[in-house]
């Protein structure tokens, strides 16, 4: 007896979505259903290493696409880890990942032309089916049980849960293809998704690297005497190809696979090393930010290989966290084929990948800096917020990475701390800085009053990483870093003291009437030199954290 079940209401939206949207692109359904069969035959073998009993399962995987003119239905058909009851209904009944509720904001804001776009990033890759079918059912079984379950689904907000029919490990996802295509559209046109010739070009287009042979056959129709079995898809590691015969289209095509993005990359970086520790690593700097950049549980985008052979996603171990935005394959000669998480954290071979990894980065950071003023510019707004955060954690590259900030400034214009410091006017020994929650506020802070009156450049940071990283850096080169908002600030050109209207003040008793009045919302009130046109202002004492600090701290929760 089929069992019915409600769709988790996140889960239901984004399906809604799915079926009404227009895309620019229908045929990314394709890849995504690929991308999960691909996934799956991972996983199993994945598993198979610390579950000996798995290991008859994991051989020989492979993607098998049917085409069923007769029926109207289009089968992806894999041989990876399958799924039981609880998984079916929970992998494909809700969403789990945190980012799915600005998912679906960003959909229905997306103009219809760009909500392909979103699709994959959040992990709703599974429901792109519901773009070209109108009924999809789910036939699996988890390698080493022994039942198969099946879920079948019209889109509608319910779907149902019975006996499946797979007699072996892996899945079946059958799209019953939709009949009434919107053929007016030139764009998000739904093509003959029946057509083999349409489907093997879909698949050579967006799938040609998945790493297991994809099979395409037509059902019912009659082989020819000499046809081999052969693979639709190249499967040929990008990375180990002379780089000088790949087009740019073919790198991006590449990059789009792993990323799950639907841009081009910024920028690409081919590295091959050689030696005592052997490996390649094509690596991409995307040309946006990803929704999860700042979830918690967020992907990384470093894929793991050995010697050919994938081995994991999202490898933190190979890039440290405040350059999680880049995207690419690392391949590595030496490491050993069933290393784990936990072992690469120890492993000595792993740290010096990454801190090789780290240094082809800055260093392409820094040409690109240097070469392509407005691309750096770009990459600047897009992930200078969490380049940032290396400042705080990577000591090694300090420096460097303060070397590549672009800050905004007291005098209007974007600089670099090496910009800043060649136009310090004589005197100057000091970086001043003011950090602030707006930079509007920072602007037309009065603490800059007497700067501006000087001619003493402040950099304005308003990023909340900003007030973390400057008391941790604290100096750069001989440089210290000093907060405007300091109360005891000596600013260059000997500062000529106007004692005499100081003295007048504190005669006339001022000072202990504003005390008195503020009580004990202030520590103190003073007479100051820092002040041109506005009457007040407040100041941070000595040491103590500031208001902006304070506020991150509790963010954080502390
Ligand atoms: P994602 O692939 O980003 O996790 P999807 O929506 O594409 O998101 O798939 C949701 C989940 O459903 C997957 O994480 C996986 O656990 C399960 N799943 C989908 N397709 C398959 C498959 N062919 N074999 C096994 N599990 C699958
Ligand atoms: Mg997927």
């Not at 809604?16 to 995504?32: C, G, K, Q, T, W």
């Not at 073919?250 to 005592?276: C, K, L, Q, V």
Request: proline share 3%; net charge negative; hydrophobic share 35%.
């Amino acid at each position: 007896m089929a069992e019915k079940r409600e769709f988790q209401s996140e889960a239901k939206q984004v399906l809604e979505l799915m079926i009404n949207s227009v895309y620019s692109n229908p045929d990314i359904f394709v890849r995504e259903l690929i991308s999960n069969a691909s996934d799956a035959i991972d996983k199993l073998r994945i598993e198979s290493l610390s579950k000996p009993e798995l290991a008859g399962y994991a051989k020989n995987g492979r993607i098998d696409v049917t085409i069923d003119k007769e029926s109207g239905t289009l089968t992806f058909s894999d041989n990876g880890i399958g799924m039981n009851k609880e998984e079916l209904v929970s992998f494909l009944g809700t969403i789990a990942k945190s980012g799915t509720n600005e998912f679906i904001r960003a959909m229905q804001e997306a103009k219809s032309g760009s909500a392909g776009n979103l699709i994959g990033q959040f992990g709703v890759g599974f429901y792109s089916a519901f773009i070209a079918a109108d009924n999809v059912t789910v036939d699996t079984m988890k390698a080493g049980e022994d039942k198969a379950w099946k879920w079948e689904s019209t889109g509608d907000g319910t779907f149902t849960i019975d006996d499946g029919s797979r007699a072996s490990n892996g899945s079946t996802i059958t799209l019953h293809i939709k009949k009434d295509e919107k053929k007016d559209e030139e764009e998000g046109e739904l093509k003959d998704y029946l057509s083999e010739w349409t489907i093997r070009g879909i698949i050579r287009e967006y799938s040609d690297f998945v790493s297991y042979p994809i099979y395409l056959t037509e059902k019912g129709r009659e082989k020819k005497e000499d046809e081999k079995e052969e693979p639709v898809n190249s499967m040929k590691a990008l990375w180990t190809r002379p780089q000088k015969d790949i087009k740019d289209e073919e790198f991006n095509e590449f990059y789009r696979h792993i990323s799950h993005d639907w841009e081009d990359p910024m920028e690409r970086i081919y590295y091959r090393a050689e030696g005592t520790c052997e490996f390649t690593a094509l690596l991409f700097i995307p040309s946006r930010q990803p929704m999860d950049l700042f979830y918690q549980d967020g992907r990384h985008g470093v894929q793991l290989y050995i010697r050919r052979v994938f081995i994991m996603n999202d490898c933190k171990e190979l890039i440290p966290q405040y350059l999680r935005f880049v995207k690419g394959v690392v391949d590595s000669e030496d490491l050993s084929l069933n290393v784990s998480r936990e072992m690469l954290q120890q492993d000595r071979m792993a740290s010096q990948i990454k801190s090789s990894l780290v240094r082809k980065i800055l260093d392409t950071l820094a040409k690109m800096k240097k070469e392509k003023g407005e691309e750096f510019a770009k990459f600047w707004q897009t992930f200078g917020i969490v380049l940032k955060e290396g400042i705080i954690s990577d000591l090694r590259h300090r420096d460097e990475l303060i070397k590549l900030c672009v800050f905004e400034s007291s005098e209007g214009k974007k600089t670099s701390v090496e910009d800043y410091i060649v136009n310090m006017p004589a005197g100057q020994d000091k970086i001043y800085y003011l950090t602030g929650s707006s930079l509007k506020n920072l602007q037309n802070s009065p603490k800059l009053e007497a700067f501006k009156k000087k001619g003493v450049n402040v950099l304005l940071l308003s990023d909340p990483v900003d007030e973390i990283w400057v008391n941790h850096a604290r100096k750069y080169d001989k440089y210290d870093f000093v907060s405007a908002a300091a109360e005891n600030l000596s600013l260059p050109e000997g500062e000529k003291k106007e004692e005499k209207n100081n003295v007048e003040i504190e005669k006339s008793g001022l000072v202990k009437k504003i005390k008195d009045a503020l009580g004990a919302l202030v520590e103190d009130v003073k007479i100051s030199d820092r002040l041109v046109d506005s009457p007040v202002c407040f100041v941070q004492k000595g040491e103590e954290i500031s208001p902006q600090m304070r506020n991150f701290f509790k963010s954080m929760g502390q």
